[in-house]
């Protein structure tokens, strides 16, 4: 399941988890975004349990994408123990995202 963060849950969901956690930066007018949510969503539910899968509307959350440079969406950013280890930026396949992902369990 995708769990949604903002500025006030960001640090406690990503920064804190003990799991591998990949955050989806996107927004409702962004074509792109809705060419990669399914591949997102596929993935929160085979890595359930494995991996915290997250997504961050840019347009509801204002500090968090500044504190990371998001300047492109979709952005998936890819944390372990609280730090960035991988970064993709536009559409990607699912197998290329999921490649990322992996490399962090």
């Not at 988890?17 to 949510?37: E, I, Y």
């Not at 539910?45 to 990371?68: I, L």
């Amino acid at each position: 399941m995708e769990i949604n963060v903002v500025d006030s849950n960001f640090e406690e969901v990503v920064l804190k988890s003990k799991l591998p956690v990949l955050v989806d930066f996107w927004a409702t007018w962004c074509g792109p975004c809705r060419m990669v949510a399914p591949y997102v969503e596929q993935l929160a539910k085979e890595y359930e349990g494995k991996a915290v899968v997250a997504k961050c509307n840019v347009d509801e959350a204002s500090q968090v994408p500044v504190n990371y440079g998001i300047r492109n969406i979709p952005t998936l950013l890819f944390f372990k123990d609280g730090e960035i280890k991988d970064k993709m930026v536009g559409a990607n396949s699912k197998a290329a995202i999921e490649e990322k992902l992996k490399a962090l369990l």
